[in-house]
T-cell receptor
Framework: DQQVKQNSPSLSVQEGRISILNCDYTNSMFDYFLWYKKYPAEGPTFLISISSIKDKNEDGRFTVFLNKSAKHLSLHIVPSQPGDSAVYFCAADTGRRALTFGSGTRLQVQP | EAGVAQSPRYKIIEKRQSVAFWCNPISGHATLYWYQQILGQGPKLLIQFQNNGVVDDSQLPKDRFSAERLKGVDSTLKIQPAKLEDSAVYLC???????????FGPGTRLTVT
């Protein structure tokens, strides 16, 4: 029972272009959403988050959009840089401060 | 600021053997988590501590897994006996009480043969 789904296992974009990573969820009790980035042999690192009372949150090159009616969120990276190449995990929480993660999307930014 | 420390980084054992992992969270972080990440999947929460008390261990296979957090700081996760399907990366994370953002350690990669 996957409550958080990332249906694209991989994504390849050109440097300077926009990267869009998608995430769908099924549990309507989720009220906080986070994106984590993971490099090989390292633990995930927090990137950006959004509360369910908002529909957009921006931090530099990273923007997260939340569509509650569609139970969908997306992470936009503009412009994409080669250093952004990593696995990106979407995570959600019901307020218990215990995260449910998606399976991840591997982003490759081509120079 | 020092991050979350974990050891060992890698461990190879045979099935039915026991293994233990250690985690030292970021100083001042009251909440500590253990996650299991199987290859190709996202991290799955095993257990959550608040100080030295268990908040959530609903996904911990208690017949073989155990965890403790003595004195509300360091934590150990033990598997006894190990099965082939326990091969995974075990991640420790910590956070300030009431804060969503969790900080992860580098993980321990366990291979059970």
């Amino acid at each position: 029972d996957q409550q958080v789904k990332q249906n694209s296992p991989s994504l390849s974009v050109q440097e300077g272009r926009i990267s869009i990573l998608n995430c769908d969820y099924t549990n309507s009790m989720f009220d906080y959403f986070l994106w984590y980035k993971k490099y090989p042999a390292e633990g995930p690192t927090f990137l950006i988050s959004i509360s369910s009372i908002k529909d957009k949150n921006e931090d530099g090159r990273f923007t997260v959009f939340l569509n509650k009616s569609a139970k969908h969120l997306s992470l936009h990276i503009v412009p994409s840089q080669p250093g952004d190449s990593a696995v990106y995990f979407c995570a959600a929480d019901t307020g218990r401060r215990a995260l449910t993660f998606g399976s991840g999307t591997r982003l490759q930014v081509q120079p | 600021e020092a991050g979350v420390a974990q050891s060992p980084r890698y461990k190879i054992i045979e099935k039915r053997q026991s293994v233990a992992f250690w985690c030292n969270p970021i100083s001042g972080h009251a909440t500590l988590y253990w996650y299991q990440q199987i290859l190709g999947q996202g991290p799955k929460l095993l257990i959550q501590f608040q100080n030295n008390g268990v908040v959530d261990d609903s996904q911990l296979p208690k017949d073989r897994f155990s965890a403790e957090r003595l004195k509300g700081v360091d934590s150990t996760l033990k598997i006894q006996p190990a099965k082939l399907e326990d091969s995974a990366v075990y991640l420790c994370a910590s956070s300030f009480k009431g804060i969503w953002e969790q900080y992860f350690g580098p993980g321990t990669r366990l291979t059970v043969t």
